[in-house]
């Protein structure tokens, strides 16, 4: 019976201690760079993520301090009787660790994508009860940053499911951005800076500048809406991501993306293009590279811009 009782409060105390904090010494300024899912969705493949890293140098976008390009979901496909993960060997030919050296080669840095629950929103397999295999094939691979998505989640811990990723990455040994996608569901910013670089304070973005879809999708000035008053939890290796930048998409007018822009880097938020930079045009890119504007964005002291009047009903 003391035995019993014995191991009982220690499991208590197990169960009631912090999680350690996050110290990977990276993402001082907000990340920057491109991420596939906003233009190309599941149509992801090698010769996309090689294109796209040449046109990041070739369009000033690397000079103006972009430097990740990151793969969304769908580069995935199954697991290997052992469990590690496997990409499409259609669209991946040559394996994510050729393509990530490809990338480094070009002076950038790749990202990937993978999920805490079992399957990605698009139903790849996720990495739950994987985490540890996923962190070291990462590393092996050559990542430099993770995405990290809540979907097929129910019933799993955010702060426990996160942390465990975070702690997989801490033992694999290779430096690894970690963005944290739960869509602001559990308050991310009362527990994620001792777990993730960055996590998402908002829902989904859509390409609109004042809209809500029935799925849950949100507008520019809608995101924002869902940032204000969160603003004291941002800082030098842990920021607040209302999503990736809509800017070039087609939809803005050319004044809305200006200010999507300049009000994400007013917030400090990562900047992480999601338009097709192989077909860019000059005012796009007169956008995005807007190194006064960037440098906003880019200050070493890390403070988010605070809402001082709404106007809009």
Same mark, same amino acid.
């Given at each position: 019976?003391? @035995? !019993?009782?014995?191991?009982?409060?220690?499991?208590?105390?197990?169960?009631? #201690?912090?999680?350690?904090?996050?110290?990977?010494?990276?993402?001082?300024?907000?990340?920057?760079?491109?991420?596939?899912?906003?233009?190309?969705?599941?149509?992801?493949?090698?010769?996309?993520?090689?294109?796209?890293?040449?046109?990041?140098?070739?369009?000033?976008?690397?000079?103006?301090?972009?430097?990740?390009?990151?793969?969304?979901?769908?580069?995935?496909?199954?697991?290997?009787? /052992?469990?590690?993960?496997?990409?499409?060997?259609?669209? +991946?030919?040559?394996?994510?660790?050729?393509?990530?050296?490809?990338?480094?080669?070009?002076?950038?840095? =790749?990202?990937?994508?993978?999920?805490?629950?079992?399957?990605?929103?698009?139903?790849?397999?996720?990495?739950?009860?994987?985490? +540890?295999?996923?962190?070291?094939?990462?590393? @092996?691979?050559?990542?430099?940053? =993770?995405?990290?998505?809540?979907?097929?989640?129910?019933?799993?811990?955010?702060?426990?499911?996160?942390?465990?990723?975070?702690?997989?990455?801490?033992?694999?040994?290779?430096?690894?951005? +970690?963005?944290?996608?739960?869509?602001?569901?559990?308050?991310?910013?009362?527990? #994620?800076?001792?777990?993730?670089?960055?996590?998402?304070?908002?829902?989904?973005?859509?390409?609109?500048?004042?809209?809500?879809?029935?799925?849950?999708?949100?507008?520019?000035?809608?995101? =924002?809406?869902?940032?204000?008053?969160?603003?004291?939890?941002?800082?030098?290796?842990?920021?607040?991501?209302?999503?990736?930048?809509?800017?070039?998409?087609?939809? =803005?007018?050319?004044?809305?993306? !200006?200010?999507? +822009?300049?009000?994400?880097?007013?917030?400090?938020?990562?900047?992480?293009?999601?338009?097709? @930079? !192989?077909?860019? /045009?000059?005012?796009?890119?007169?956008?995005?590279?807007?190194?006064?504007?960037?440098?906003?964005?880019?200050?070493?002291?890390?403070?988010?811009?605070?809402?001082?009047?709404?106007?809009?009903?």
């Amino acid at each position: 019976m003391k @035995l !019993r009782v014995i191991c009982m409060l220690f499991s208590l105390i197990i169960a009631a #201690a912090p999680v350690s904090a996050l110290d990977n010494n990276l993402a001082k300024t907000p990340p920057m760079g491109w991420n596939s899912w906003n233009k190309f969705g599941c149509d992801v493949s090698d010769k996309l993520i090689r294109e796209t890293a040449g046109a990041m140098v070739s369009s000033g976008m690397k000079d103006a301090g972009y430097r990740y390009v990151v793969i969304d979901d769908c580069w995935q496909v199954k697991r290997n009787l /052992d469990g590690t993960i496997v990409a499409d060997a259609e669209r +991946f030919p040559n394996g994510i660790k050729e393509l990530a050296d490809y990338v480094h080669s070009k002076g950038l840095l =790749l990202g990937i994508y993978s999920d805490a629950g079992r399957q990605t929103c698009e139903g790849r397999p996720g990495s739950r009860g994987h985490e +540890f295999q996923d962190g070291s094939t990462y590393a @092996l691979w050559g990542m430099d940053y =993770l995405k990290l998505d809540w979907c097929h989640a129910e019933g799993q811990n955010s702060v426990e499911s996160y942390s465990l990723m975070r702690d997989a990455l801490e033992t694999a040994g290779r430096p690894i951005v +970690f963005s944290i996608c739960e869509w602001g569901s559990t308050k991310p910013w009362q527990w #994620a800076k001792d777990v993730g670089n960055l996590w998402r304070a908002t829902e989904d973005i859509v390409n609109c500048w004042d809209c809500t879809e029935k799925w849950g999708g949100l507008g520019v000035v809608r995101i =924002l809406d869902q940032v204000d008053g969160i603003e004291y939890a941002a800082g030098p290796g842990h920021w607040h991501d209302p999503d990736m930048l809509e800017v070039g998409n087609g939809k =803005l007018t050319p004044d809305e993306s !200006r200010a999507h +822009f300049g009000m994400w880097c007013m917030l400090a938020a990562p900047l992480m293009s999601g338009n097709d @930079l !192989r077909h860019m /045009d000059a005012d796009t890119g007169a956008v995005l590279t807007n190194k006064e504007v960037i440098a906003i964005d880019q200050d070493p002291l890390g403070k988010q811009a605070s809402r001082v009047r709404k106007e809009r009903q």
